[in-house]
């Protein structure tokens, strides 16, 4: 497809359980952003990639979350031991270019909710 | 640390009528200015951004944001909104140069009224 494409778009998921959301880029961009939407909130950073280098993951919230881009393609935002406060609505996106004045595009993103 | 201010979280106007979503920010250093749009379910779509040079932007579905350097803000407008203008509108920021996050505003839910 032409955009970028997250799946699952909705994840319930246990307390205490393991989950790994996808995102799959614009073909051919430098650029991947995970960012966390809480209800009612802006999206707030996570981490960064630039190709497969992960370059910032000053935002991830702790140690439980992990995100991977080994091939510089697709990413996974892997959440470990899911706590309530968790539940969120997480996005990705790509850029072109690693430039702050590179357009980035969404995903329509995964909505998380941790029972 | 940059920060963005959206100080209406809910702005109703009629069909119509003209709007103006306001957006503050704070920086010590350079930045890059966006304005995005989210419809229910949604990934976020950019209306328009300001880099450098003139200081009204123009972006898509007849908005427009003007870059005020000295009361640091970004406010959007439209003269005259539809009811398909309904969704939540995001101010963010970004450092210029190379490549950073973005930083978000909490959002405005522009709901236009028939």
């Known amino acids: 497809g032409a955009g970028v494409s997250q799946s699952p778009r909705y994840k319930v998921a246990k307390r205490g359980q393991d989950v790994a959301l996808r995102c799959d880029p614009i073909?051919?961009?430098?650029?991947l952003f995970w960012y966390q939407q809480a209800l009612g909130q802006g999206p707030e950073f996570l981490t960064y990639?630039?190709?497969?280098?992960?370059?910032?993951k000053s935002g991830l919230p702790s140690d439980r979350f992990f995100a991977e881009r080994p091939e510089g393609s697709v990413s996974t935002l892997k959440i470990q031991r899911t706590q309530q406060e968790d539940s969120a609505v997480y996005l990705c996106a790509s850029s072109l270019l690693g430039q702050g004045s590179s357009e980035a595009f969404f995903g329509q993103g995964t909505r998380l909710t941790v029972v | 640390a940059q920060s963005v201010t959206q100080l209406d979280s809910q702005v109703p106007v009629f069909e119509e009528a003209p709007v103006e979503l306001r957006c503050n920010y704070s920086s010590s250093v350079s930045v890059y200015l966006f304005w995005y749009v989210q419809y229910p379910n949604q990934g976020l779509q950019l209306l328009l951004k300001?880099?450098?040079?003139?200081?009204l932007v123009k972006g898509i579905n007849g908005f427009e944001a003007e870059f005020n350097k000295s009361q640091t803000s970004f406010h959007l407008r439209k003269p005259s909104v539809h009811i398909s203008d309904t969704a939540e509108y995001f101010c963010?920021?970004?450092?210029?140069?190379?490549?950073?996050?973005?930083?978000f505003g909490s959002g405005t839910q522009l709901t236009v009224l028939p």
């Open positions: 990639f630039q190709n497969e280098a992960q370059l910032d």
């Open positions: 300001y880099l450098s040079g003139s200081t």
């Open positions: 073909s051919g961009h430098v650029s």
């Open positions: 963010a920021v970004t450092l210029s140069g190379s490549a950073r996050q973005l930083t």
